[in-house]
């Protein structure tokens, strides 16, 4: 005959087996993110970015030594110093999933969807190896018609599950004042239609209403000289461009695509070349992370109102 323990030894046990349910509830955590509920199973200690505006959101956070690894660095950018010093750089673009896994992180962090599209690294399969993932709002394929609406979720969501709160709502207030002296900076100047490059290597690589870049120059007090196109990136042809006459070109300064090498594509072209804009170099130039949605997005529209107020 099998004895069982005493009554009070039995209550004891019961007690902490659901002292330690509790515990392990209370720190798993649920979040939304691209209209779905996510649950990550602790607070994240080992965090890993797959875009540099992605990391840019993280460390402005905080998250300081949790960011184990980064990946897909757009900007030319020293990353032995400020605050990414001291910070791996994973691989020059998206990592492999073997390489993922090996830093054994708890959260990856995205700022396009294209980083959960490789190998194992679909949202679900990461799911199940207890990895969770947060892509940032402008990324989830939906389109938003406050840009910076969306910065403020991503602010919210990843300051809770940081335990950043505070500094989350700074950089919202941040954010805030930023576009407000952006309005002001416009305030009384003439509406400008601006063209944007973002790549001259593969054709005229532009954006049209759906893109972000459109949104961005409402902000500074500008139009998108495309703004008629419904789509997000697109191919302009050179004879629209003629036709058009931009006021000014805004470029994206890219590792990969420098605005410098497209002033000289512009320059070089026999045709492109008689663009009042290229003639008189009338260029605005922004780092590219700079021109999607994240946390230098307010910091974007003032420095670009500014630059803009001088044509």
């Known amino acids: 005959m099998t004895r069982r323990p ?7 046990l019961a007690l902490g087996l659901a002292l330690m349910l509790c515990g392990a509830a209370a720190s798993a955590q649920d979040y939304r993110n691209c209209a779905r509920t996510w649950r990550i199973d602790h607070p994240p200690q080992r965090i890993l970015a797959l875009n540099q505006h992605a990391a840019d959101l993280l460390l402005a956070l905080g998250a300081g030594e949790r960011l184990v690894g980064v990946a897909y660095i757009d900007d030319d950018v020293d990353l032995t110093k400020g605050s990414y010093r001291g910070v791996p750089l994973l691989a020059r673009q998206y990592p492999s999933a073997e390489a993922v896994y090996a830093q054994r992180p708890d959260l ?31 990324g989830c394929g939906a389109w938003r018609d406050d840009l910076f609406a969306g910065v403020e979720t991503d602010l919210k969501t990843l300051g809770d599950l940081l335990g950043a709160q505070e500094r989350a709502q700074e950089l919202i207030r941040q954010q805030r004042a930023e576009l407000a002296e952006a309005r002001r900076s416009f305030a009384g100047n003439k509406s400008l239609n601006v063209f944007y490059l973002d790549s001259a290597s593969n054709g005229l690589e532009s954006q049209g209403r759906r893109g972000v870049v459109t949104q961005l120059l409402h902000a500074a007090g500008a139009h998108n000289l495309f703004e008629e196109v419904d789509l997000g990136g697109f191919t302009a042809n050179t004879e629209q461009l003629l036709e058009r006459e931009p006021d000014v070109i805004l470029l994206a300064d890219a590792a990969w695509s420098t605005a410098e090498q497209k002033i000289r594509i512009l320059r070089a072209d026999p045709v492109l070349s008689r663009l009042r804009a290229v003639r008189e170099g009338r260029f605005v130039v922004l780092p590219f992370t700079h021109l999607f949605p994240g946390v230098r997005s307010g910091q974007a529209a003032r420095e670009l109102a500014q630059a803009l107020s001088r044509f």
Do not use: D, K, Q, T
């Open 6 to 12: 005493p009554r009070s030894y039995r209550s004891i």
């Open 108 to 138: 990856l962090v995205a700022g396009f969807a294209s980083a959960f599209r490789l190998g194992n690294l679909s949202r679900r399969e990461l799911a199940g190896h207890g990895v969770a993932s947060y892509l940032l709002e402008a």
